[in-house]
């Protein structure tokens, strides 16, 4: 099994920055890629970033383009989420993913389903 821990959220002020990290841990397991999603209460689950472990490859949303950067610390097997600029609108618990298949383009990791296993979540409350 593979478990994947999500760390980093809290309270921060509209314009304030938070970095989310997700170490993965367990039985060997290949993973292609991380994703970083979020749901907002009433609200879907959404895609916010993804990738690859060679950190070539990175996607986002469009609502969290040139604020949020995904990296990876390979070494430490983790994954984090730099978010900056944030918004009320940021407001979710924040869930990190690892899928097992790779897909040659990035539009996969954008989808929920292409992931395997899931964290807990983290928090994330901006205040305006």
């Known amino acids: 099994q593979v478990q994947l821990v999500e760390s980093g959220g809290g309270l921060v002020q509209a314009g304030g920055s938070l970095r989310l990290s997700c170490a993965a841990s367990g039985r060997t397991f290949t993973s292609s890629a991380m994703g970083w999603f979020r749901q907002a209460p009433g609200k879907e689950r959404e895609f916010v970033a993804a990738i690859r472990w060679s950190g070539v490859s990175t996607v986002y949303a469009d609502s969290v383009k040139g604020r949020f950067t995904i990296s990876t610390d390979n070494a430490k097997n983790t994954v984090y989420l730099q978010m900056s600029s944030l918004l009320p609108e940021d407001t979710a618990v924040y869930y990190c993913?690892?899928?097992?298949?790779?897909?040659?383009?990035?539009?996969?990791?954008?989808?929920?389903?292409?992931?395997?296993?899931w964290g807990q979540g983290t928090q994330v409350t901006v205040s305006s």
């Open positions: 993913a690892a899928a097992g298949t790779y897909y040659r383009g990035t539009y996969y990791y954008t989808i929920s389903g292409t992931y395997d296993y």
